[in-house]
Structure formats: C-alpha cells, structure tokens
C-alpha cells in the first residue's frame, strides 16, 4: 500500500514510542525486570540468540513446516472451494458441514494428531495443513462467487472457450480476493504449526518459546516472540 | 395468375444483418409447472433497419434478444441471422452490447473493446489500431488507456459499443444499454447511437422499457406482452431522420407513443 512520508514517519514513531514505553516501565522497576525485562536487553538477547546454531536450525526447521503445510493446503483447498461454488450438489452436501467444521477450534483436535502421526515433523505439517484448509476452502468458494455473471455472459457472447473464460474472466475476477485469502491463511498456517510446537515437538521456534517460558527465562522468551513478530511483518 | 409451383426457386445470396424469427416459442420447465416464456414469436428485420422491441418486464424481449445473440436456445422454431440459423454465439455475425456492469474492471477502455479480438488470437498491433477506430467511431478518442472506473456511465457504455463494433458485425444487438444513465445522458446517448448506426449502417436490435427512446429511436417498434410473451403490435415510426428534440413533443411522436402506451397498460 502506498503510504506518504508523514504516514511511515508516524508509525515509526508509534514504534519506537512502545518500546520506549517497555524500557522506561522496566528500567525504573514499575513492572518487575524479571517479569519484564528491558527492551534493549531483550534485543541484546535476540541478537545472541540469532548467532547460536541451534536457534537458527529451530528456525529453519519451523520455517520449513510452516512452508510444506501451505503448498499442500492451498492447492487442495482451492480445488474444493472450486468445486462447492461450481456444483450445487456438492455445495448442498459440504457447505454445511464445512462451516461447523470450521467453527470448531482447531487446538482441541492436536492430541489426535500426535496420537495419528507421533510427535514430529508429519505431526506438526499434518496440523498446519488442517488449520489452513478450512479458510482456503471457504475464501476461494467466495472468490469464486465474486465472478460476475455480467462478465461471465460478455464472455461467452464473444465466443470465449472454457480455458479463456478461466484465464481471462475467472482468474482475474479473483485474484484480489485470492491474494488476501492467501495471507489470511498464512496467518492460521503459522498459528497452526506454531501451536503444534509448543505443545508437543523436539525442535522448532515454538518448543523454544515454550521451553523459555517454562523455564523463566523472559529474556529469551521476549527476544522469540519478537523474532516471530519481526519476521511475520516483513511479509 | 400462373401458379409458380413447378418453377425452382433460386437460393438467394445471405442478406447481411438480415434477421428472421419465425414461431418461436420458449418454455422453462420448473419443478411445479412449464412457464410459457415466448408464444409463437415472428418477426423480420431488415438489413440496415432499427427495431425497438418494448414490453412489460417479463415478456421475453430480452430472451428473444439472447436467441438473437446465440445466448440460448428457444425450445421451438428458427431464428436466422445472415439466413442461417444460431446455434451459438457468433461474433462476426452479431455483437451484443449489454446493461452498465458488463465492462472488465481490471481492463482499460481499449483493452476492454480489444477483448473479443484478443480471444480470436488477433495481433496486438493489429487490435490496437482496430480498437482505436472503434473508440474513435464512439466519441471517445484519447481515452483508451484509462480504467472504466475512470469513466462516466454514459462514457462506459460507449465503450461497450465500441467492443461491439470492432470486428464489425452486421448485427447489433442491444439489451437496455442505456437503462442505468441519468435522462440528460440517456438523451445524449440516444443521439450519439442514432449517429453511429447511420454511420455504419448496423441492423440495430435494441431493447428498452423507456417509451420515449423506443418511438425517438426505431424505424419500426415491436410491442410484447406478457405471460406468455407475443408480439402485440409492429409500429412503423414515420417521423424522418434525422430525429430532434422538437419531436418529442410532436403530435406524432404523442400518438405513436400513446398507442403503445394502451397495449402495455393492457398487458401489465
């Protein structure tokens, strides 16, 4: 989005405001430092904590689950969000139990998952994958239903074949509903994985956090919720 | 009198842009009943001619109109364009200009009317150059490269018409093109359609509920009633062209208005 000079110069503010706020509240002791410890602390902590190996394979491996769950989600969601908007019938069947499906937390479902495919890397793409599908489906469904029947007509009219009806009326009808669907449902991918790793997992960015934090080490804990923070707003 | 029943006829040559209708009739089947969309429908039009088809909403002018486009099918009888039937939509035979929304947004002006070339796989040079005679043939020259978001309503439908005319079709058919434009627009579209059909020389199919537009407009103005859809009555417009304002307010244009006026009434 094209923001002014004025409008990034203000949001930078806003930022640097928080986090003047944090180092004020910890340094003169108002919130406990080991509750709260500083921001410059925290990201003195952030920048040892990229150096070390280890941390940086969690990374690697959490980035690759996180990747692996959306290229196998998004292509089978798509399908049958195809599907429901293109067949009645189907519609008829799936819509229905998809919604409630959806509804459900996802969370509740993860012990399944262990139990299914053992603590691991199947284990946490596998809960990814189910956290995402689900808004795939219904975005593209409603992708879909933002194609006009005008231009769907117009289209025919001028003698267009099923493949030029997709590639020049289909696709970029929805194309900008797709691209905020794709990352809304990165959104519920991360979550997904993330989630899958603080609860159960031997590696990933999320077993740190949730060792950390178990552990009391706020610095570290801090210094990973601002890294996951940090590489989500690159996007 | 001699009778002329051993003499065989010679084929004529197609007419171009000539339309025949000959006892159609439509049909949906519904899950309660068959509703009787269009009851043995005939009508001619002449190459070059403009015929207004007017009706209460629900006569089936404008599903005679898609018959006309090939858009569907009627469930009984023929409709020739060029004296050959239309199975499907052919546009080297007819272009269809349709109500406002029918423009691609993600398209500008000139792309939009290049579209049904782009889709025979025409050259982009050579699109571009067609595209431009047509925007220029509808007033809007010099607004090829802009957005429809950028454009008017009555700016819009030129664009339409633009990407009706390009591959210069005999036939042009229209369904309420000018029904979401204010009256001042409305008028100005009328005379700037009224141009390009005498320009072209188009046979111009056009459908409206505005009473007005249809005497302002035809040479000939078809009058349909509904359930079931028929053709109530065929009015020759006698009023000479070019039309003018002043018309309007003639005894003639009142008369003829007037008697469509009464059959719709009946009708509705």
């Given at each position: 989005?094209?923001?002014?000079?004025?409008?990034?110069l203000?949001?930078?503010?806003?930022?640097?405001?928080?986090?003047?706020?944090?180092?004020?509240?910890?340094?003169?002791?108002?919130?406990?430092?080991?509750?709260?410890?500083?921001?410059?602390?925290?990201?003195t902590?952030?920048?040892?904590?990229?150096?070390?190996?280890?941390?940086?394979?969690?990374?690697?491996?959490?980035?690759?689950?996180?990747?692996?769950?959306?290229?196998?989600?998004?292509?089978?969601?798509?399908?049958?969000?195809?599907?429901?908007?293109?067949?009645?019938?189907?519609?008829?069947?799936?819509?229905?139990?998809?919604?409630?499906?959806?509804?459900?937390?996802?969370?509740?479902?993860?012990?399944?998952?262990?139990?299914v495919?053992?603590?691991?890397?199947?284990?946490?793409v596998?809960?990814?994958?189910?956290?995402?599908?689900?808004?795939?489906i219904?975005?593209?469904?409603?992708?879909?239903?933002s194609?006009?029947?005008?231009?769907?007509?117009?289209?025919?009219?001028?003698g267009?074949?099923?493949?030029?009806?997709?590639?020049?009326?289909?696709?970029?009808?929805?194309?900008?509903?797709?691209?905020?669907?794709?990352?809304?449902?990165?959104?519920?991918?991360l979550?997904?994985?993330?989630?899958?790793?603080?609860?159960?997992?031997?590696?990933?960015?999320?077993?740190?956090?949730?060792?950390?934090?178990?552990?009391?080490?706020?610095?570290?804990?801090?210094?990973?919720?601002?890294?996951?923070?940090?590489?989500?707003?690159?996007? | 009198?001699?009778?002329?029943?051993?003499?065989?006829?010679?084929?004529?040559?197609?007419?171009?842009?000539?339309?025949?209708?000959g006892?159609?009739?439509?049909?949906?089947?519904?899950?309660?009943?068959?509703?009787?969309?269009?009851?043995?429908?005939?009508?001619e039009?002449k190459?070059?001619?403009?015929?207004?088809?007017?009706?209460?909403?629900?006569?089936?002018?404008?599903?005679?109109?898609?018959?006309?486009?090939?858009?569907?099918?009627?469930?009984s009888?023929t409709?020739?364009?060029?004296?050959?039937?239309i199975?499907?939509p052919?546009?080297?035979?007819?272009?269809?200009?349709?109500?406002?929304?029918?423009?691609?947004?993600?398209?500008?002006?000139?792309?939009?009317?290049?579209?049904?070339?782009?889709?025979?796989?025409?050259?982009?040079?050579?699109?571009?150059?067609?595209?431009?005679?047509?925007?220029?043939?509808?007033?809007?020259?010099?607004?090829?490269?802009?957005?429809?978001?950028?454009?008017?309503?009555?700016?819009?439908?030129?664009?339409?018409?633009?990407?009706?005319?390009?591959?210069?079709?005999?036939?042009?058919?229209?369904?309420?093109?000018?029904?979401?434009?204010?009256?001042?627009?409305?008028?100005?579209?009328?005379?700037?359609?009224?141009?390009?059909?005498a320009?072209?020389?188009?046979?111009?199919?056009?459908?409206?509920?505005?009473?007005?537009?249809?005497?302002?407009?035809?040479?000939?103005?078809?009058?349909?009633?509904a359930?079931?859809?028929?053709?109530?009555?065929?009015?020759?417009?006698?009023?000479?062209?070019?039309?003018?304002?002043?018309?309007?307010?003639?005894?003639?244009?009142?008369?003829?208005?007037?008697?469509?006026?009464?059959?719709?009434?009946?009708?509705?």
């Amino acid at each position: 989005m094209a923001a002014t000079f004025a409008v990034k110069l203000a949001r930078i503010a806003i930022v640097v405001a928080i986090f003047a706020a944090w180092e004020i509240l910890s340094r003169t002791g108002i919130v406990n430092p080991r509750l709260l410890p500083s921001a410059s602390d925290t990201l003195t902590t952030l920048w040892q904590l990229l150096q070390r190996a280890a941390v940086r394979n969690d990374l690697a491996v959490t980035a690759s689950e996180v990747l692996i769950a959306f290229v196998l989600a998004v292509p089978c969601g798509a399908g049958l969000g195809f599907l429901i908007a293109e067949n009645r019938t189907f519609a008829e069947v799936t819509k229905p139990l998809l919604f409630f499906a959806f509804s459900i937390p996802k969370s509740i479902f993860l012990p399944m998952f262990i139990l299914v495919f053992g603590v691991g890397f199947p284990e946490k793409v596998g809960f990814g994958f189910f956290s995402t599908i689900f808004i795939v489906i219904m975005s593209t469904t409603t992708a879909v239903e933002s194609v006009k029947v005008e231009h769907l007509t117009v289209a025919r009219s001028y003698g267009a074949t099923p493949l030029q009806t997709a590639f020049r009326v289909y696709l970029p009808s929805m194309l900008p509903v797709l691209l905020e669907a794709l990352r809304i449902s990165m959104i519920f991918n991360l979550t997904g994985v993330i989630l899958a790793e603080m609860y159960a997992s031997r590696d990933g960015i999320g077993h740190q956090i949730a060792t950390w934090g178990e552990n009391f080490q706020m610095k570290q804990l801090l210094a990973g919720v601002v890294m996951i923070a940090a590489n989500w707003s690159d996007r | 009198m001699q009778p002329l029943a051993n003499v065989t006829p010679l084929k004529p040559a197609p007419r171009a842009g000539a339309i025949q209708v000959g006892n159609v009739s439509q049909v949906f089947r519904t899950s309660q009943q068959d509703v009787v969309a269009l009851s043995d429908v005939s009508l001619e039009v002449k190459p070059g001619r403009f015929v207004v088809l007017v009706g209460p909403s629900g006569c089936g002018k404008s599903t005679l109109l898609m018959m006309m486009a090939g858009l569907r099918q009627q469930t009984s009888g023929t409709v020739l364009i060029n004296d050959a039937p239309i199975p499907h939509p052919d546009p080297n035979r007819v272009g269809v200009v349709f109500q406002e929304p029918s423009l691609f947004p993600w398209l500008t002006a000139e792309e939009n009317v290049e579209f049904p070339l782009a889709l025979r796989g025409v050259a982009k040079s050579e699109r571009r150059v067609k595209a431009e005679d047509a925007l220029k043939l509808v007033g809007l020259d010099g607004f090829g490269k802009r957005h429809p978001h950028e454009l008017s309503g009555g700016m819009k439908q030129r664009v339409s018409i633009a990407r009706g005319l390009v591959q210069d079709p005999p036939v042009l058919l229209m369904d309420e093109p000018f029904a979401a434009l204010d009256e001042q627009t409305r008028m100005t579209m009328g005379d700037e359609l009224l141009r390009i059909w005498a320009a072209t020389g188009k046979t111009i199919v056009f459908v409206t509920h505005s009473l007005t537009e249809a005497v302002y407009l035809a040479d000939e103005v078809i009058v349909m009633s509904a359930r079931p859809g028929r053709i109530v009555d065929h009015l020759t417009i006698p009023l000479p062209r070019p039309r003018t304002y002043e018309m309007l307010s003639g005894d003639t244009f009142g008369t003829l208005r007037d008697r469509i006026w009464r059959h719709i009434r009946k009708s509705a």
